[in-house]
């Protein structure tokens, strides 16, 4: 009897199963069906989705060829992996084309097989080169499951937990001799077993041994646990799996803001490079092509020193004055970007590599005679353009060393007047909602981590459906003037996680608006003619664009003919300036949309950007100010408070 309430309760329970599934499925299915009839009638939707960098119904792994700044030398790491990625690719596509047979592959140390004489080498199979694959696969992994996931998963638990406990019932009741019996020993045993049930966290002890460099003693490592099944990996996770050196240093700013500045360390170089992020984005876009497409791996493999700056508000949220208020900390906007943070992490940087290279006693007299014993060359993105464009000016205006020797800025913030619609009417909303917003909306930011969750969650599922994931995709590329970048891809970032997600100051917003309403790259606007008399010394904001003529480095401009955020004609509008300034500026084009330059893997812009890099000159000595550009240096004293 009991054998056949079993056989029909595990034939309930599957029935249970198939059909709860597949009603899952369909709902699913149905919702991308009707995702994708909405794609086909919405306009503009193939330039969005042409430019989306491996968008695919069925994503392959392709290894890339060699870059060509690669071609005067790499780490030899990188080598190993590109040889493995390359062979990789080589073995798929023979694996697509044979007719179910185990092909595999001969590693690119052994020399190039010729077609028609390729024989299959036994010692690798399809499984080893899937290990291989994920192994060095270059982009960062996606750890996350997505909100269909976690249903299927949910259901299957409970009616898992249902059905057992329908199985323990009717166990009891068709044995009720042996029920009474476990119920006897239960009531009549002192002893109970425990069960220990550790709390849900972010640490857990993982019983592997590792040696470290001042105990060689092995010792346990410590792992994260990323609850959820979210991903919230940082940039610290991925530069040091790929298996580069990490720093982490923690910078104060004049106004008591804590960052983060990151470092891929070369202790012993004299070149170093500073990238920047732009709006809504972190140090991790500067790493999350991996190995082969990164800008900051690939200026590191070159003997480059290379440094990742974090703006405040983004991934370290964090002030001296530990009872600030939310209000409070969000009270800044580009202006403390560009003369608070970069100043504070530039100089943190000297102080660095002056101690570094004056512990080395050959360099020592070197380092004692001059200000300056390295280069150090800036890559800047969007907002950063315009925050290193700030601090350079204000820097010159106030005479004090700003320590670059080149600025390579790609599709710089500043100019704005040429936009679309969707730009326009946040201009005027801002404009003109000022006093009623600014009370009420210090930042936009998800505050709560439940939320945070969800959206990285919804990530996963843009791109397991891949209808929903074009429909968001055209949906959010309308808000930014139908720009073709990747946005569904940029929220697959690790950074976009339930414990650290970027925020927009409501000032930098504001900001951004008065310098489209201006049409001119101004400081922020107090509102008031005292007000900015107080901060400026001049009754209105200062106009970057006519000091331009102060920027005594070499300037590197690099637009996108599809960035509909930033658009070429803007870009021009610095060049122009910088120009008539008597700047030693460039200016370069590419058909990428705003997101290209960091996010997807782009070898021409990449190598454009290696090739201004090798470019650094010893600093120039500071040119002296002119007279008729007389500033008051205590009016660049920008106050967060105000």
Known sequence: MQRVVDNALAVTKETVKTFTYESLNNVVRLINGVSAMLLAVLPGKASVLEGIHGWELRPTFRGPRLPRWMENGVSSFNKIVHELSVDSDTSSSIENSSDGEDSDYYP???????????????????????????????????????????????????????FDKVHKAAHCLLAPAETARTALRWFSSRNYDHVDSSPEGYEATVPTSVLSDDHPAPTERKTSVYSLNTDARTCQDVITELGYPYEAIRVVTADGYVLVLERIPRRDSRKVVFLQHGILDSSMGWVSNGVIGSPAFAAFDQGYDVYLGNFRGLVSREHINKNMSSRQYWNYSINEHGTQDIPAMIEKIHEIKISELNSNQA?????????????ICAVCHSLGGAAILIYVVTARIEEKPHRLSRMILLSPAGFHDDSNFMFAAAEYLFLFLNPVLQPFLPAFYIPTKFFRMLLNKLARDFHNLPAVGGLVQTLMSYVVGGDSSNWVGVLGLPHYNMNDMPG?????????????HSKKFTMFDYGSAAANMEVYGSPEPLDLGEYYSFIDIPVDLVAGRKDRVIKPSMVRKHYKLMKEGGVDVSFNEFEYAHLDFTFSHREELLSYVMSRVLLLEPPSKQLARPKSLKVKKKSLQVRTSK
């Open 504 to 516: 927009v100051a409501y000032r930098v917003a504001l900001h951004l608006a008065q310098m489209k």
């Open 108 to 162: 690119a140390s052994r020399g190039p097989a010729k077609s028609g004489n390729f024989r299959p080498s036994p010692a690798r199979t399809p499984k080893r080169l899937q290990s291989l694959k994920e192994h060095f696969i270059q982009r960062t992994t996606d750890r996350r499951r997505g909100v269909v996931e976690d249903l299927h998963l949910a259901i299957e638990v409970f009616i898992e937990s249902s």
């Open 363 to 375: 360099d020592a007299e070197e380092v004692t005679n001059s200000d300056q014993p390295y280069k």
